[in-house]
């Protein structure tokens, strides 16, 4: 980035993106958005990254999810997200060399349609990003999640493959089993798969002693 975006604009950025969230679940709400841009700082600093750019595009990279849940999946919200920080980046006067690192990041956070990520920054919030799934918070956020939709406490004997999300069976532990026990492989950076390799072990101890409590045997 030429020069650090200023306080003033960042903060200006900070208030327009939190609007989007108002009527936000818990498991996506404005509070992800703060734990994501507080790993990309952490994770920043030790692979020598530009943090203006970073602080911009964790604050903006959820914003068009609102439009993905209203058109039930149809629009990508990394795709709509980019559109829409674009504008609101270039309304508040950012330099167009950042405008245009930003929304590289929010575009490929996704990774699914945006294509992979390719600058550091834009690993950088990928990573932190799928940081935030895992872990403590993951599991947390996987049964408020799970709660959200209706979804049973648990099941062990699952399967996921004669199962659908947004159903009864949609628990956290059939999220843990299809995406967030493989979060840790999907790493790009040094520093987020080290993070990854700690939070794993936590969330698999998690659910190991779930299934044994629900066995009787602990
Ligand atoms: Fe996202
Ligand atoms: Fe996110």
């Not at 903060?11 to 404005?30: C, K, M, Q, Y």
């Not at 950012?94 to 600058?119: E, Q, Y």
Request: hydrophobic content about 40%; glycine content about 8%; charged content about 35%.
């Amino acid at each position: 980035m030429s020069r650090a975006p200023s306080p003033a604009l960042v903060s200006r950025v900070r208030g327009e993106a939190e609007a989007f969230f108002r009527s936000a679940r818990g498991s996506h709400d404005w509070d992800h958005t703060e734990r994501v841009l507080t790993l990309c700082l952490r994770i920043g600093r030790k692979e020598k990254a530009d943090p203006g750019v970073l602080t911009l595009a964790a604050l903006l990279h959820d914003i068009g999810r609102e439009e993905e849940d209203r058109s039930r999946g149809r629009i990508c919200h990394a795709r709509s997200g980019a559109a829409l920080a674009k504008r609101i980046l270039e309304r508040n006067g950012c330099d167009a060399a950042a405008v245009a690192a930003v929304i590289a990041c929010i575009r490929t956070h996704r990774f699914r349609r945006g294509g992979a990520p390719r600058t550091l920054e834009a690993r950088i919030l990928f990573d932190a990003d799928k940081l935030d799934s895992i872990g403590a918070v993951g599991v947390g956020r996987a049964f408020q999640f799970a709660g959200e939709i209706g979804a049973r406490l648990h099941d062990k004997r699952i399967d996921v493959r004669k199962t659908k999300p947004y159903t009864r069976e949609d628990t956290a532990y059939r999220e843990y089993l299809v995406k967030l026990g493989r979060v840790r492989d999907r790493m790009t950076t040094r520093e987020g798969k080290r993070i990854a390799a700690e939070r794993h072990r936590f969330m698999a101890d998690f659910f190991d002693r779930l299934n044994k409590e629900t066995d009787g045997v602990l």
